[in-house]
Structure formats: structure tokens, C-alpha cells
């Protein structure tokens, strides 16, 4: 069982950086795939990026350009998500997700919300122009 809490999130003007934390409980932390997600106001839910549970694979959504980059430190159970050449396009609420061996069976596909276990509760990310 993984409770998961984002912290980082705020205002940044275009052109800034911003690095998303996201702290997790639980003795098996290192043993689950951890991915960020995000959601505008009056937009779905989208991907952005994701992790294996060894650090050793990283996923990310072709809109990040370059731009975001996500690791894990499996000693501090916590993942994290630089975000720089921020656009007022990334502002949105961003969740950590974390996916355990059942939610990889259940879906394959890194960038399906399904995938996922568990989810915190959010933090606000705000780009002005």
C-alpha cells in the first residue's frame, strides 16, 4: 500500500522551471512504477512522463519536447519531475500515480490512467505569459 504526496507546484512566469516532488509511503516503494500526470481546467487527464521501479527506464510524452524530466531516488521513496521552458500550455494540476505488479498486468501502456494504483492528491503548477 502507497500513499503518495506532491509538493513543488506554483507561479512561474514563461520560460521558468519548477521541480515537482512527490514523497510516497510504504516498505515496497521501490518495487513500483511511478508516472506524473496532469490536468487543465475543462481538459482530461494526459500523461507526461513516467519511470520504471529500477530508475533504469524513462517515458515521457512527446509534448515535453525535452523539456521535463523525471527520476526517482527509491532511498528517499520520492520522485521527481524537473520542469524547465515552462508555457503557459503546462499549467494544470499534476499528479504522481504509482503502478504495482496488478496494475501492470492490467494495462501495458505507460501513458493509461489504469495502469495506475494509487494517486495523490495534486499540486497546482501556473504559468503566466
Known amino acids: 500500500q502507497v500513499q503518495l504526496v506532491e509538493s513543488g507546484g506554483g507561479l512561474v512566469q514563461a520560460g521558468g522551471s519548477l521541480r515537482l516532488s512527490c514523497a510516497a509511503s510504504g516498505r515496497t516503494f521501490s518495487t513500483y512504477d511511478m508516472g506524473w500526470f496532469r490536468q487543465a481546467p475543462g481538459k482530461e487527464r494526459e500523461f507526461v512522463a513516467a519511470i520504471s521501479w529500477s530508475g533504469g527506464r524513462t517515458y515521457y510524452a512527446d509534448f515535453v519536447k525535452g523539456r521535463f524530466t523525471i527520476s526517482r531516488d527509491n532511498a528517499k521513496n520520492t520522485v521527481y519531475l524537473q520542469m524547465d521552458s515552462l508555457e503557459p500550455e503546462d499549467t494544470a494540476v499534476y499528479y504522481c500515480?504509482?503502478?504495482?505488479?496488478?496494475?501492470?498486468?492490467?494495462?501495458?501502456?505507460?501513458?493509461?490512467?489504469?495502469?495506475?494504483?494509487?494517486w495523490g492528491h495534486g499540486t497546482q503548477v501556473t504559468v503566466s505569459s
Open positions: 500515480a504509482a503502478a504495482g505488479p496488478l496494475g501492470r498486468l492490467r494495462s501495458g501502456s505507460r501513458d493509461d490512467p489504469v495502469r495506475y494504483d494509487y
